[in-house]
């Protein structure tokens, strides 16, 4: 089994970002972590994080026929890209929504997610475990 974890805007800046709403710890603590657990289930996991919609977009498109799951956290991206939402449809690979904090929460526009309707599940408000919480949805559920 192959899943692909796929962060959005400012994931890369875990750590500095924000602390007291997505801690203290790294985008490397958590590849690490999924890593980790990953290589104790047997599951192969690549890792993409880009800034630019665009290149989400194009990373999606690349798991079709390759990969067998999609762990995606879209950061700003959830509140505002149909974009990403059709190229989870159009791949039609089982997916999962993951948010570091609870988005509904905070800001009203953080509410709405364009993606949620094309995923299998959406995990909020665990921190890093929350991918963690898809990987095995996934491995479980494929």
Sequence with gaps: MKILVINGPNLNMLGIREPDIYGRST???LIRLIGDESEKMGVDVEFYQSNHE???VDAIQG???RIDGIIINPGAYTHTSVALLD???AV???TVEVHISDPDSRDEFRKISYIRSACALTIKGRGFEGYLDALHYLAENI
Excluded: F, N
Aim: hydrophobic share 40%.
């Design 54 to 56: 665009g290149a989400l």
């Design 27 to 29: 985008y490397p603590d």
């Design 92 to 94: 039609g690979i089982p």
């Design 87 to 89: 190229a989870v449809k």
């Design 63 to 65: 798991a079709y026929g």
